[in-house]
């Protein structure tokens, strides 16, 4: 299951928390608006949890693309350089996308 799908089914787990929390709230049922609340909660962590593998893999490609410019510089490969710069900004990006 890819992150953006993990992500998706913690959305939509944290909204049907919020619901039936809700329902819980107005119908005066303590248990299912704790469960409710448990379940948001849940959610939320599946969210939390794809978003830090996506930081991750930003980090290391990030990281990968910082070794691919110094290699070019190194052998004087301009377009190494670039490739490694790319997937630095690439990486960097993934980064910044997941906080």
């Known amino acids: ?25 107005v119908i005066g049922n303590e248990r299912i608006e704790a469960e409710g609340e448990a379940k948001a909660l849940k959610g ?12 991750t893999k ?6 990968a693309g910082k070794v691919k410019n110094a290699v070019g510089a190194v052998v004087d490969d301009e377009e190494m350089e670039v490739e490694g710069r790319a997937k630095e900004l690439r990486g960097e990006a993934r980064q910044d996308a997941n906080r």
Not at 44 to 55: I, L, N, T
Not at 58 to 63: M, R, T, V
Request: net charge positive; proline share 0%; aromatic share 0%.
């Open 1 to 25: 299951m890819s992150n953006a799908s993990k992500r998706a089914e913690g959305a939509a787990e944290e909204l049907g928390g919020k619901i039936k929390a809700g329902v819980g709230k």
């Open 44 to 55: 939320q962590a599946k969210q939390e949890a794809a978003k830090a593998g996506e930081r």
């Open 58 to 63: 930003g980090k290391l490609e990030e990281a």
